[in-house]
Nanobody
Framework: QVQLVESGGGLVQPGGSLRLSCAAS????????MGWYRQAPGNQLELVAT???????NYADSVKGRFTISRDNAKNTVYLQMNSLKPEDTAVYYC???????????WGQGTQVTVSS
């Protein structure tokens, strides 16, 4: 089993920056893929960014060039650096992990990001 705990959410003004953290209960090196999703009220869960154990990244078009996903294997933590934030980025952000062998899916509890002036 994998437990994921997100942190770093909060209130920020448009154009500001925020860094989210996702701490995993096991080595993220052993996980096939980790990523961030978000959900705004009334919207479906949206892919934000993913990173594989091999370091390959993928971003939603809406955040490309503004957000960066990274990992620190020593700390078992995945980060989402969010720059040039827009009000449209307001959502609950969820950390996700998929195991490489069985493809089991795990989710964190979510952290609120609010971008408002």
């Amino acid at each position: 089993q994998v437990q994921l705990v997100e942190s770093g959410g909060g209130l920020v003004q448009p154009g500001g920056s925020l860094r989210l953290s996702c701490a995993a209960s096991r080595s993220i090196f052993a996980l096939g893929r980790m990523g961030w999703y978000r959900q705004a009220p009334g919207n479906q869960l949206e892919l934000v960014a993913t990173i594989t154990s091999g370091g390959s990244t993928n971003y939603a078009d809406s955040v490309k060039g503004r957000f960066t996903i990274s990992r620190d294997n020593a700390k078992n933590t995945v980060y989402l650096q969010m720059n040039s934030l827009k009000p449209e980025d307001t959502a609950v952000y969820y950390c996700n992990a998929v195991t490489s062998i069985l493809g089991n899916n795990y989710w964190g509890q979510g952290t609120q990001v609010t971008v408002s002036s």
